[in-house]
């Protein structure tokens, strides 16, 4: 596949912790860079490689990898991690992504990627430091708050530049919608990493690196990354976001039609919320109306997309911390919660207990829709009247299902089971994407909802969605985020292009993703063969991103029997309209979304009919391997 071996931009080394009996060793990083290049693309390799078809989420086979992109330590927003495993919600493929500094600090520490097997008998925490690595007791640790967790690590190592990536208490108790959190507010969610993490009774990684990353052509680097940043400079988008965050350029005009693409109301009832709610969450200025002191970026950002915020009076002051604000308005307006105050307290709280924000959004919104019905009463629910707008029942409900107690332990059984316990019809509003619950449109945003829907780890916007149009793609495609022609092409082309993110470490804010649209595939093949001294070409960058995702969706097919029809949107979505505002009217109509699935699986090389790989499709690839996997389950198509 590459003309030369990789010469640069790696630490080199793979570190592998085996948690049952406590051995530790390591590999070259060559043997699977070579191939994947980085990321999330190795991760996927070892992940496909080291796990036999049908291990279960809790087996302690079930690999936890972090995996540092391919840039990371060198490029301008080159700062993501990919962790990946079998993912909780349905034992396909488990995937999620890591901001801050905790890569960086990995590659410096001298790993690329971490593979941690088994399960230990005690909670235990892994420390690395410049090359070395050692499981040690964390007992003490166990039952903090992720905020108390780093900052107890900091002070046993004695050292205060140590990065720490951990789990809060809903990862210990096995809450199937628990995060990994680093420095803080730098949240790996979706697919219950931080679950399996807990499973294992690994408490937290901790990271110290003082160690360097080589760039193979030094001089063609620097061109690279003055090429790229003029880009970046000249996005309008990405200049906003430094006035403003996202948030702030999101707020920009609370009359804008962005918001009912976007916003889902009362767990999914309507898509539109009213103007005078919009104004009281957010503010044009600031994103969040005077709280904001300062704007934080992760490691080696151009941009800076985090707010730090404090509420200095009322009922919530004090409460102080990093928040991303586009999260906490799908928050408000899934849960019609309008007052910004219980909401940034409880976007903290989510962090602080290590849960994801979507996973509780989706499961408190399906109880108070239960209850809005009459399915749940006081008495069920430990006293809390759970009526749209309650913030004070959200607040009280998060430690509920961290701690999985009364009510909680409902919440914390996850979409799919917890109706099972309510029954009557209650499982029509428990809003899920193949077990994972998903609080995005499907509607009004028809190419977002494409991409959430498709994504090979389930029920997650940032895999393929797209609102503005893929810039990897034709040029000549025209894009209309409401209607259904040339959604298909879109959704494949950001899908690739998030592919090379995710390898290359780059985060989305500064490539494809926020509407900066920045860099395109000439920029991330520049930086890679400068800083590896490869030779890539655009094609065959595509190409490993294409491979990639195939792997993603073989894994997914060897150890679920997920098929076409857990592509389509929750049923919800096909059956009721949205109720008011501009796209009134609007639903996923059925039979025009497996006309949109139709093109996206033939642009893949899949079979349409089936939604399945084919042979010849998978041989195109150089993945005869992979090919015979899947043939071997019966579930390859023979083309």
Known sequence: MMEHPIRGGLAGKILRVDLTSGRIRTEPTARWANRWIGGRAVNSALLFQETEPGTRWSDPRNPLIFGSGALVGTAPGANRMSIDCISVFNNGKGSANL???????????????IVVTGK???PVYLQIEDGCAELRDAQHLWGMSTYETEDALKEELNDTRVRVACIGPSGENRVPGSIILADRAKAAGGSGVGCVMGDKRLKAVAVRGRGSISIANPEGFLSAVDIAMDKVKRSPTAEKMWRKTLAGVFAEDPESITWDLLMVVRNGQDESWEHEKRKQIMDPKDGVPGYREKILACFSCPIGCMPFSRIREGKHAGTRGEGFWVNTLMLSTWLDIPEPEPVLKAWLMMNQLGIDGDYATGMIGWAFECYQR????????????????????????????????????????????????????????????????????????????????????????????????????????????????GQAQNVFWQGLAKEIEDITGICVYVGTWSGAYALEISDYAALINAVMGLSLSEPELMRIARKSRNLEKAFNTLNTDMGRLDDMPPRRYMEEPIESGPYKGHRAEPARWHRMLDEFYTLQGWDAAAGLQTRSGLSALDMEDVAEKLAGTGRLIER
């Open 99 to 113: 901001g801050g500094h905790f890569a960086a600090e990995l590659k410096f520490g001298g790993f690329d990627h």
């Open 120 to 122: 230990a008998g005690r």
């Open 374 to 485: 009459g399915l749940l009463t006081k008495d069920q629910t430990d006293g809390l009247d759970l009526t749209w707008g309650n913030a004070e029942a959200l607040l009280a409900l998060l430690p509920k299902i961290a701690r999985r107690e009364g009510i909680g332990e409902l919440l914390a059984l996850g979409p799919v089971e917890a109706p099972k316990r309510i029954g009557r019809g209650s499982e029509a509003f428990a809003i899920h994407m193949k077990g994972q619950p998903s609080i995005e449109p499907y509607r009004a945003a028809k190419g977002w909802g494409l991409g959430v829907a498709t994504s090979p780890v389930a029920g997650r916007h940032l895999r393929g969605s797209v609102l503005l149009g893929s810039r990897f793609g034709p040029k000549d495609v025209d894009f209309d985020p409401h209607v259904y022609e």
